[in-house]
């Protein structure tokens, strides 16, 4: 059983319709849709949803208003600007603290310094992650709850499931849609696999998060791919990417020319490969499996 | 002598784990007898999984852990509970003990992987 | 004259055209006679100065707060180890021992310690970079990569922002909590979006932030004439205003290849960044 992760460095790439068309073209692979800051890939997989977990990525601090006394000490400690005098009165006070679970890390000091243990300190739902069946097998997703830090934890989770589907499966590969940038959620998208495709395009912007991109790639010793999507933008960027590509020895693995069909693919919620059958499927077809043929 | 050694399941025939902060299981052994347990890991996800799966171990009471590969945090950790780290380290779990036994296992002269190493796998 | 004015340009999802948006904006406001400041909040990838090419005048490490313990003084009491949430500081016996990297600086062990053995030591996070770009002032941040603190960076970027400017935050895009320290405090924000399934996903999750942030927001609609309706529908069902529309014209993705601002090299798109910042100053 094989790992392919595609990441992008910048968003907009084309990662996740890249994703959908691998989804369609494989025999027996569990997806996992890594990217929980803002997922896509279901909108084109349509998931039957057959299982739901809560997420907690760390805890919140919450103030019980009728214990606080406004003395104000978790306002002195918080680093985070999280406690504010502006709660409701109790019977000793007319105006309490109360704590923003926005602005709350999760740090527990308010929790420790209060001198009268009137603030709660527990696991906080930071959203949730769902085993699903699509029409080209099983499906690991998530969804982060807005303003969370997306420390990589539930990206680590998804991961973690999606192995164990595949494993009591038995299925031949795991293809995973990955965190756009370079923190922590990428990281923990990439580390372990067998195989990463960094879906670029043709700007220096894309050229810019491409180089950065490959360094966190070679610092965790992960064989990696390139995929220069929409090529034809700009041929001459294109080249450079090819050039710096053979330059340090990575493959690229497929080039994909701008094609309105992707986007018309996507409201059709179909991947590229299903709704097109002229270039655009020839060329993922292609790019799949130049991706299959090192794994 | 009680030590631990990443596993990839729960028995001594199962295969070391080439992990240490993420490894699936640590089988905590007494070299003597052989009685041992085997323990999931509950770091696997997440940050400082280094840091909490040494912890861990030492908890245990082990005097020395058996693994693959062991970064910097989990390594300055083990160091600082005085537990020996022996890197390198393949076949199943009883192989493993067998050759520490033997004193034919090479000593970890510090972290051989970079931080975050075994990620998901 | 819009000054004492921040408007934060963000995105639920990558690549729909916030820097083209905040970068040609920013042009177009200058150029009007505003006094502009442009600051890059996408510390991870930052791109402004790609388009804005700007002269950096002075850069420095932003660093944060880390615990450095003093070994005569510690009792090894552990409370240290017990506050921190994340692993920072860790207590093995008699030794603590501190894991820099993943510390939030949260200043639990500093407090705590009864010994007065934790003393702050600097951390560097990433860069803060200021310049100008023409007449525009520009700061931009680049985290190191492997540090946690992002958050962190975006504020020090914002401790920026002059009170007699339009201020043009590029805001990092999700809805994490990076993306939440760019729209903080913020006057205004224009959410950039895409007419298709995943633009229109990824804006209802935007939506929902500023709205949880109760900040005043309206969209831009980029590539408006690819894609279908549902956009444009879902805008006008939920009140939402389209303060501004781009077409899917090939040649603005060839000059953002480049690195090219659109309102130098496409004059006749001058006049839409101009009308947004009509759009703001009527809104104000």
Redesign the interface.
């Known amino acids: 059983m094989k790992?392919v992760v595609v990441i992008s460095?910048?968003?907009?790439?084309g990662k996740?319709s890249i994703v959908a068309s691998f989804a369609a073209l494989a025999k027996n692979a569990v997806l996992a849709d890594c990217d929980v800051?803002?997922a896509?890939l279901h909108?084109i997989l349509n998931p039957d949803v057959k299982r739901t977990t809560d997420f907690s990525?760390?805890?919140l601090a919450s103030i019980m208003t009728d214990k606080c006394i406004g003395c104000g000490r978790c306002e002195d400690?918080c680093?985070?600007d999280a406690a504010t005098f502006d709660g409701p009165g109790n019977d000793v006070v007319e105006k309490t603290y109360t704590i923003d679970p926005?602005s709350c890390?999760?740090?527990?000091?308010c929790v420790?310094?209060c001198p009268v243990d009137a603030i709660e300190f527990k696991e906080a739902v930071n959203g949730q992650w769902f085993v699903s069946e699509t029409r080209f097998g099983p499906m690991v997703h998530a969804r982060?709850g807005?303003?969370?830090?997306?420390?990589?934890?539930?990206v680590?989770?998804i991961?973690?499931e999606a192995?164990r589907i595949a494993t009591e499966q038995n299925s031949d590969l795991i293809i995973v849609d990955g965190s756009?940038?370079?923190?922590?959620p990428v990281?923990?998208s990439i580390?372990?696999?067998d195989r990463v495709l960094v879906v670029t395009?043709?700007?220096?912007?894309?050229r810019?998060?491409l180089d950065?991109v490959i360094?966190?790639t070679k610092?965790?010793n992960i064989p990696t791919a390139i995929c220069i999507n929409?090529w034809d933008?700009?041929p001459s960027?294109a080249a450079e990417i090819r050039d710096a590509a053979h330059s340090r020895n990575l493959q690229i693995a497929g080039e994909i020319a701008?094609d309105?069909a992707v986007?018309k693919a996507?409201?059709a919620?179909k991947s590229g490969v299903e709704y097109s059958n002229g270039r655009l499927k020839g060329q993922i077809v292609s790019l799949w499996e130049s991706v299959l043929g090192v794994l | 002598m009680r030590i631990a050694v990443t596993s990839t399941g729960e028995s001594l025939i199962s295969e070391v784990d080439p992990r240490f902060g993420r490894a699936a299981f640590f089988i905590v052994c007494d070299t003597d007898t052989m009685d041992f347990v085997a323990i999931e890991n509950e770091n696997v996800a997440g940050g400082a999984a280094g840091i909490g799966s040494a912890k861990r171990v030492i908890d245990e009471g082990v005097e020395a852990v058996l693994t693959g590969n062991c970064g910097p945090n989990a390594q300055r950790t083990l160091d600082a509970a005085g537990v020996k780290l022996y890197i390198g380290v393949t076949g199943t779990v009883a192989e493993a003990v067998e050759h520490f036994k033997s004193g034919t296992l090479t000593i970890a002269e510090g972290p051989n992987v970079p931080s975050h190493f075994g990620m998901d796998k | 004259m819009l000054d004492n004015f921040v408007v934060a340009i963000a995105s639920g999802k990558g690549g729909t055209g916030k820097t083209t948006v905040a970068t040609n904006l920013a042009s177009a406001a200058c150029d009007s006679g505003h006094k502009v400041q442009y600051l890059d909040c996408d510390v991870e990838e930052p791109n402004g100065h790609i388009f804005l090419r700007p002269q950096i005048a002075a850069s420095r490490q932003v660093t944060i707060d880390v615990p450095q313990v003093d070994t005569e003084k510690c009792t090894a009491c552990g409370q240290c180890g017990q506050i921190c949430q994340y692993g920072a500081i860790v207590c093995i016996k008699d030794n603590v021992l501190t894991f820099e990297q993943l510390c939030h600086a949260c200043g639990g062990c500093f407090r705590v310690c009864p010994d007065d053995a934790i003393t702050p030591k600097p951390l560097e996070i990433g860069t803060l970079a200021c310049g100008k770009a023409g007449a525009i002032e520009f700061v931009s941040g680049q985290l190191n990569i492997g540090h946690v603190r992002t958050p962190t960076l975006i504020k020090e970027v914002k401790r920026h922002i002059h009170p007699e400017c339009l201020a043009i935050i590029d805001v990092p895009p999700g809805t994490s909590c990076p993306v939440v320290e760019a729209l903080k405090d913020t006057d205004f924000v224009l959410l950039v979006t895409e007419p298709t399934p995943f633009g229109l996903n990824d804006l209802k999750l935007a939506v929902e932030l500023v709205r949880e942030l109760s900040l005043p927001f309206a969209v831009v609609i980029n590539r408006y004439d690819v894609g279908n309706e549902k956009v444009e529908e879902y805008c006008e069902a939920e009140g939402i205003r389209v303060a501004a529309r781009l077409p899917d014209d090939r040649r603005i993705a060839e000059l953002y290849s480049s690195g090219k601002m659109i309102v130098r090299e496409l004059p006749e798109y001058r006049n839409c960044f101009v009308d947004l910042v009509g759009a703001m100053e009527a809104h104000r």
């Open positions: 790992e460095g910048k968003g907009g790439t996740t800051d803002a896509d909108l990525g760390g805890k400690v680093h985070f926005i890390e999760g740090c527990g000091v420790h310094f982060l807005i303003a969370q830090e997306n420390s990589g934890k539930l680590s989770l991961r973690k192995k756009p940038g370079l923190g922590c990281i923990a580390t372990g696999a395009e043709p700007t220096l912007s894309g810019h998060d950065r360094e966190l610092h965790f929409k933008i700009n960027i701008y309105p986007t996507q409201i919620a």
